[in-house]
């Protein structure tokens, strides 16, 4: 079975500069992706400000139930709470969203952080999806992956297809190999290397082969720092890339990632390592 994945850091729903409501243009744009799930970041639950600010153009509800289409089931995590209102993360979905738990990964006091667990019924298949947004520290960052990944040990069975997708703040790459390692996840953009540096070529003659990178999503204008992820157990890819560009930009400062995957049966255990990849799966759209 095919299914579209979106994972995007949706700044709150407002620009980047003068918190000018994005919302309605943010939604107009995911619902033009035709996703089957999208993993959100920085969702506005509330906030009576902004609301009250602009009334003609903030919604009434949660920006989850505003940015879910009518046949789409929605899931939020409440992360950040302050006196005006609220922000976390959430899950659109096009399918039934059977159980939904957020998990507070918190480090210190300035930082709120969570891992929202949604169960789907994907058909007969029940699927593990987890929407992500680490901190901004390294060492918050190294122990809320530890975090996740007992999260996810502890409540998905070994063999569970799962999505794990958000906003992981790992400019340095520096994470990536304990996930795939306890996990047995890869990423979308795994498959894409086109690394040909002499550190590249060293990789390759000592066996290793090169170094495996996600891709760089923001600022999303020009992206140049890899902080968006979509971890997959279970999927193969069919084609993956980064929407960006000025029209992007206009929306948030995180660009898009859109990728096509095929979810797996038990009689497709071989081909766990095949890959089906769209060329030029970095281009904008």
């Not at 899950?91 to 969203?97: A, G, M, R």
Request: hydrophobic share 40%; glycine share 6%.
């Amino acid at each position: 079975m095919k299914l579209r994945i979106v994972t995007y850091n949706i700044h709150k729903g407002v620009s980047t500069l003068g918190a000018r409501p994005r919302i309605h243009a943010i939604k107009q744009a995911l619902t033009g992706l035709s996703a089957d799930l999208v993993f959100l970041q920085e969702v506005q639950g509330r906030h009576d400000l902004l609301a009250l600010r602009h009334s003609a153009n903030w919604p009434h509800q949660g920006q989850h139930e505003f940015l879910a289409d009518d046949h789409q089931h929605s899931a939020y995590g409440m992360n950040a709470v302050y006196d005006h209102g609220h922000h976390g993360n959430a899950l659109l979905s096009s399918f039934p969203i059977t159980s939904a738990r957020n998990h507070d990964v918190s480090d210190h006091a300035f930082e709120s952080r969570g891992i929202l667990h949604c169960v789907l019924q994907i058909e007969k298949t029940k699927v593990h999806c987890y929407v992500v947004h680490l901190g901004l520290f390294a060492g918050s960052r190294l122990r809320q992956m530890q975090a996740l990944i007992d999260a996810v040990i502890s409540t998905a069975p070994p063999e569970a297809p799962l999505l794990i997708a958000g906003d992981f703040n790992d400019w340095t790459n520096a994470l990536s190999d304990s996930l795939r390692k306890r996990l047995n996840v890869t990423e979308v953009f795994d498959h894409q290397i086109t690394a040909r540096s002499f550190g590249a070529y060293l990789r390759r003659l000592s066996g290793r082969g090169p170094r495996k990178a996600p891709a760089r999503t923001f600022p999303a204008a020009m992206p140049v720092l890899q902080l968006d992820r979509i971890y997959m157990r279970g999927f193969t890819v069919e084609a993956a890339k980064v929407l960006h560009g000025a029209s992007w930009a206009r929306l948030s400062d995180h660009a898009p990632i859109i990728a096509d995957l095929r979810l797996l049966t038990p009689a497709d255990d071989s081909d766990l390592a095949t890959y089906d990849v769209a060329e030029n799966s970095h281009a904008s759209n």
